[in-house]
């Protein structure tokens, strides 16, 4: 379903196709794998390869955000097209995420 990609202190999780009921508790697990591990202390999923996004999408990376503030991590997304972004636009939670506009901006944290 994914890549992880460990740079130093920062993983990258990259989602493919939907984020959604049939998936988001597998997304959310992997998102909390990632947040638990030591020495991370920059999460960012990069959504360039999701198709569609639902509310259980969105609420696993809510439930991720949460924890990552919580443990004191930083918890970024990056690369999410239009089609994506606009839920993001639409619910407001373009004001709670942290959003880059592409995985080059974050090699720069």
């Given amino acids: 379903m994914q890549a992880v990609l460990q740079y130093p202190k920062i993983a990258v999780i990259q ?15 992997d998102l909390t794998t990632g947040l638990a591990t030591n020495d991370i202390s920059i999460l960012v999923v990069d959504l360039a390869a999701v198709e569609s996004l639902d509310s259980a999408g ?3 990376l809510l439930s991720a955000h949460k924890l990552a503030l919580s443990l004191g991590r930083s918890f970024r997304l990056c690369s999410v097209a239009p089609s994506i972004k606009i839920i993001f636009e639409l619910t407001q939670l373009d004001r709670v995420f942290e959003i880059l506009e592409n995985e080059i901006d974050f090699s720069t944290i």
């Avoid at 989602?15 to 697990?29: I, Q």
């Fill in 15 to 29: 989602p493919k196709g939907c984020l959604n009921a049939a998936n988001a508790l597998e997304f959310e697990r």
């Fill in 58 to 60: 969105l609420m696993a």
